[in-house]
């Protein structure tokens, strides 16, 4: 997302209606924190500006307008890094350094050592990859940004990564669960559809994601996705793949791509009334027998249910 003055008084209004729901902890799909074009070029080289600019608004709001910081005020907070928040192996060392900076400071992640299911302990950033229990669910978020290739070096969807490490992570964490529900979360496929990683499951077997939807049909997880601006509810074999809408910002084109990416249908954010109608946010409610994902807009209005049990969509 991106966050401009048109957008906050959306921004408040949701952020409002999540803390009425009493989370017990909020994951971020991504692209709160737009330091950088998608690509990695930064909007700024400097720390104060990138966090007067993009992170303090969003975190702490605006006059009247709340931030994540209100939310999460008693709740947890996961980030799934997004590609507009940089910290890539081919990022300017200063440019990376700074950005590593904002991020552990004021939007902190778990790293390799906080929980028993393990994850990143990556010398330069150790907070892009993590694991963590809640009842009967596996919370599993990985980083997408951190091991792709320049552009520049592959301009196609092969350039997403997941890396040998967080590979064998994943691997070990899967094989080990027991919990009745094993969800990942990631911002987009490791490859999708596009250099941009545009797609959700009819791009499930394309590049590196395949391995990961071979984990995913082993062990019985799914995945869950932001990035595409749109609602999608969709399997590719028993792998749930589910793309989160959009929480705040810009509506997309999506005349070019959008029907051939998800065939099986999708959810716009829609301008037909003003405000944005469909502007929204996701509620999990995991039971040991039932998931159920519910997308609210922006006002708390739902627009979609889906239920899956243990053995397939109910």
């Known amino acids: 997302?991106?966050?401009?003055?048109?957008?906050?008084?959306?921004?408040?209004?949701?952020?409002?209606?999540?803390?009425?729901?009493?989370?017990?902890?909020?994951?971020?799909?991504?692209?709160?924190?737009?330091?950088?074009?998608?690509?990695?070029?930064?909007?700024?080289?400097?720390?104060?500006?990138?966090?007067?600019?993009?992170?303090?608004?969003?975190?702490?709001?605006?006059?009247?307008?709340?931030?994540?910081?209100?939310?999460?005020?008693?709740?947890?907070?996961?980030?799934?890094?997004?590609?507009?928040?940089?910290?890539?192996?081919?990022?300017?060392?200063?440019?990376?350094?700074?950005?590593?900076?904002?991020?552990?400071?004021?939007?902190?992640?778990?790293?390799?050592?906080?929980?028993?299911?393990?994850?990143?302990?990556?010398?330069?950033?150790?907070?892009?990859?993590?694991?963590?229990?809640?009842?009967?669910?596996?919370?599993?978020?990985?980083?997408?940004?951190?091991?792709?290739?320049?552009?520049?070096?592959?301009?196609?969807?092969?350039?997403?990564?997941?890396?040998?490490?967080?590979?064998?992570?994943?691997?070990?964490?899967?094989?080990?669960?027991?919990?009745k529900w094993k969800l990942i979360f990631a911002h987009h496929l490791f490859g999708g559809g596009s250099a941009y990683g545009r797609g959700g499951a009819t791009c499930a077997l394309q590049n590196e994601q395949a391995q990961i939807q071979a984990l995913a049909e082993t062990h019985g997880a799914h995945f869950f996705h932001g990035h595409d601006h749109l609602l999608s509810a969709e399997y590719a074999s028993s792998v749930f793949y589910y793309c989160a809408g959009l929480a705040c910002g810009q509506l997309l084109d999506y005349k070019n791509w959008a029907d051939r990416a998800y065939p099986s249908g999708y959810v716009l954010p829609s301008t037909d009334s003003s405000p944005i109608k469909d502007l929204g946010y996701v509620i999990v409610d995991a039971t040991p027998s039932t998931l159920t994902i519910t997308y609210k807009t922006y006002l708390g209005a739902v627009v979609q249910i889906d239920r899956l049990t243990n053995q397939g969509p109910l």
């Not at 608004?57 to 980030?79: E, I, K, N, Q, T």
């Not at 070096?153 to 899967?174: K, M, P």
């Open 1 to 179: 997302m991106k966050l401009d003055a048109k957008y906050w008084p959306q921004w408040s209004a949701m952020l409002g209606n999540i803390r009425k729901e009493s989370p017990e902890f909020l994951i971020d799909l991504g692209d709160t924190w737009a330091f950088n074009n998608g690509y990695g070029v930064p909007h700024s080289p400097y720390f104060p500006v990138s966090y007067g600019m993009v992170m303090k608004p969003a975190r702490s709001g605006v006059d009247r307008y709340r931030g994540l910081s209100d939310v999460c005020a008693d709740c947890g907070y996961f980030m799934v890094r997004g590609n507009h928040e940089g910290i890539s192996a081919y990022d300017h060392p200063s440019i990376r350094e700074y950005q590593i900076a904002l991020v552990k400071l004021f939007a902190p992640n778990p790293n390799g050592a906080t929980y028993p299911q393990g994850g990143s302990l990556d010398p330069d950033y150790d907070e892009g990859y993590f694991a963590s229990e809640w009842g009967d669910a596996l919370f599993v978020v990985l980083d997408v940004v951190k091991y792709k290739d320049s552009k520049q070096v592959n301009n196609s969807a092969s350039r997403f990564h997941i890396g040998e490490e967080q590979l064998s992570w994943l691997t070990s964490v899967l094989e080990n669960s027991t919990h």
